[in-house]
């Protein structure tokens, strides 16, 4: 089943931050996070396994809560480029498929 | 270290032919899936190949198909193409395909006239 990402879409201010959260009604193996431009290929952000981890790189960090099987991201000081859409994507137990939610369109504006 | 090529960058073709597309993954990695991606519905998974089997498949209808060859190239095919199957089909390759992150290629617009 497709995890439910919210909020559908997000406008911020640069200097604005964010959370968009990923939830699924399966157990989790592991959750990653996809940023995608218009017309662009979306380029692997992070992945998160289970066991509750958090991990972040620059102003760009996620938690995965495996109990709530739910993952966040976390946009902090949001800049220009931070603009796109955001996707997660889940694997239960089984390998290689991953499913990924609607997406969560970002918009930073100046 | 190159990335995952997918040719061709756009096609269009006429309801009822059919269409092949390729992925190059990333030298190294086996696992190879594909995806269709529309306005409305988002990244739908069609199919994982993990060192020419297919592993994984997801809801499409039997005119969806795929292969692996040995050096983990893939190509998918689509037959009796309809209206409805205009879309970005994304390749994406990983390194084990499990709990690993997907490198995208930048796909093949399909459009179907």
Same mark, same amino acid.
């Given at each position: 089943q497709?995890?439910?990402?919210?909020?559908?879409?997000?406008?911020?201010r640069e200097? =604005? /931050? &964010?959370v968009?959260?990923c939830?699924?009604s399966?157990?989790?193996?592991?959750?990653h996070?996809?940023?995608?431009?218009h017309? =662009?290929?979306?380029?692997?952000?992070?992945?998160?396994l289970?066991?509750?981890?958090?991990k972040?790189h /620059?102003k760009?960090?996620?938690?995965?809560? =495996?109990?709530k099987?739910q993952?966040s991201?976390?946009?902090?000081a949001?800049?220009?480029?931070y603009?796109?859409?955001?996707?997660?994507?889940?694997? /239960?137990?089984? &390998?290689?498929?991953?499913?990924?939610?609607?997406?969560t369109?970002?918009t930073v504006k100046p | 270290?190159? *990335?995952?090529t997918?040719t $061709?960058?756009y096609?269009?073709?006429?309801? *009822?032919?059919q269409v092949? #597309?390729?992925?190059? $993954?990333i030298?190294?990695?086996?696992?190879v899936?594909?995806?269709?991606?529309? $306005? !409305?519905? !988002?990244?739908?998974? #069609?199919?994982?190949y993990f060192?020419e089997?297919?592993?994984?498949k !997801?809801n499409? $209808?039997?005119?969806f198909? !795929?292969?692996?060859?040995?050096?983990s190239?893939?190509?998918?095919?689509?037959s009796?193409?309809?209206? *409805?199957?205009?879309? #970005?089909y994304l390749?994406?390759?990983?390194?084990t395909?499990?709990?690993?992150?997907?490198t995208?290629?930048?796909?093949t617009? #399909?459009?179907?006239?």
């Amino acid at each position: 089943q497709q995890p439910v990402q919210s909020p559908q879409a997000v406008i911020l201010r640069e200097g =604005e /931050d &964010a959370v968009i959260n990923c939830s699924s009604s399966k157990a989790l193996y592991s959750v990653h996070w996809y940023r995608q431009k218009h017309g =662009e290929a979306p380029i692997f952000l992070m992945i998160l396994l289970k066991g509750g981890e958090q991990k972040g790189h /620059d102003k760009i960090s996620a938690s995965f809560n =495996e109990k709530k099987q739910q993952s966040s991201l976390y946009l902090t000081a949001s800049q220009l480029s931070y603009s796109g859409t955001y996707f997660c994507g889940t694997e /239960d137990s089984n &390998a290689g498929k991953s499913t990924f939610g609607d997406g969560t369109t970002l918009t930073v504006k100046p | 270290k190159a *990335g995952v090529t997918q040719t $061709p960058r756009y096609l269009i073709k006429t309801r *009822g032919q059919q269409v092949t #597309l390729s992925c190059s $993954p990333i030298s190294g990695h086996r696992s190879v899936s594909w995806y269709q991606q529309t $306005p !409305g519905q !988002g990244l739908q998974f #069609l199919f994982e190949y993990f060192s020419e089997t297919q592993r994984n498949k !997801g809801n499409f $209808p039997g005119r969806f198909s !795929g292969r692996q060859f040995s050096n983990s190239r893939s190509e998918m095919n689509v037959s009796t193409l309809e209206l *409805g199957d205009s879309a #970005l089909y994304l390749c994406a390759s990983s390194s084990t395909g499990t709990g690993i992150g997907y490198t995208f290629g930048s796909g093949t617009r #399909l459009t179907v006239v």
